[in-house]
């Protein structure tokens, strides 16, 4: 046993999760915990189960077996005394608030201006008076360059600026942990770099956790403290950027790097 035990929890903690729709196993028995403050990125191929993570994470799916954990609380079940039992809704929503999810379809709410759009969930959900809530929004607005578009629909923004606006939409809910899913797959190559610019911004300028499924692997050499490749529900390499795109240990690594590099 290790003598040097953090003292503060894991942001995230997988132990022994197991995820099948039907016949199909997609997680097979995953371990591995990601530290507060942690920029960790999932790369791997498509199938292999990086956003099935995400969204057991979000809550949007259930494990099938195995817990996980959200700073230090199960997210997927509860501890009654000794034993874990099924959370409760409301459990869920309180470990919820503190996750925010960033998707590759940007979802911004289509019949809301920009400044609703951000403003929405921290009044409703946090219950944030709604002037304060507009005044974080506006400088959300700033931080991703976008002031002069709070009363434009998400139909008139190109799809970099509606990502943007989705960023600033989930910091507003002053998340611990930020899930962010190909957030640039549906963008056009031009646009691409904004919000990449944008993300590094953000990981050098807040401690937020940040869990990250990508196809940049510019970016994720640049903005990851660790990368984990996954094959069919596993891991197959989890290692430093330098050492996971200098020197591949992994044979499935290496030929997955060189398809996409
Ligand atoms: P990745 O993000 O690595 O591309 P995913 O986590 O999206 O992989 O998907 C892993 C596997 O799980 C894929 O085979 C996918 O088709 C399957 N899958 C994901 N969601 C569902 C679902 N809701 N129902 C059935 N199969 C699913």
């Known amino acids: ?150 009363d434009a629909y998400p139909s008139q923004l190109s799809g970099g600026q509606q990502q943007r606006v989705a960023i600033a939409r989930s910091l507003a809910m002053r998340p611990d942990i930020l899930l962010l899913d190909e957030v640039t797959s549906a963008l056009d190559p031009e646009l691409v770099v904004d919000v990449l610019d944008l993300l590094k911004d953000i990981a050098e300028t807040t401690d937020i956790t940040m869990l990250i499924v990508t196809h940049e692997m510019g970016f994720a050499r640049d903005v990851s403290d660790r990368v984990m490749m996954f094959d069919s529900g596993v891991i197959v390499e989890d290692s430093a950027p330098d050492a996971m795109f200098g020197e591949p240990k992994h044979e499935r690594t290496q030929s997955f790097l060189r398809a996409v590099l």
């Open 1 to 150: 046993m290790s003598t040097d035990t953090p003292t503060t929890a894991p942001a995230v903690h997988f132990e022994n999760v197991v995820k099948r729709f039907g016949d199909l196993e997609v997680l097979r028995g995953l371990d591995f915990s990601v530290q507060p403050g942690e920029r960790v990125t999932l790369i791997g191929p498509s199938g292999s189960g990086k956003t099935t993570i995400l969204r057991l994470l979000m809550t949007l799916e259930k494990v099938t077996d195995g817990v996980i954990w959200v700073e230090g609380e199960p997210l997927s079940h509860m501890r009654k005394g000794e034993r874990l039992v099924t959370a409760t809704e409301a459990h869920l929503r309180e470990v919820r608030k503190r996750i925010g999810m960033v998707f590759q379809q940007f979802n911004l709410f289509p019949n809301m201006k920009v400044l609703r759009n951000i403003t929405e969930a921290p009044v409703h959900t946090l219950g944030v008076g709604k002037d304060e809530a507009v005044v974080r929004a506006r400088e959300l607005l700033d931080l991703v360059g976008l002031s002069d578009k709070e």
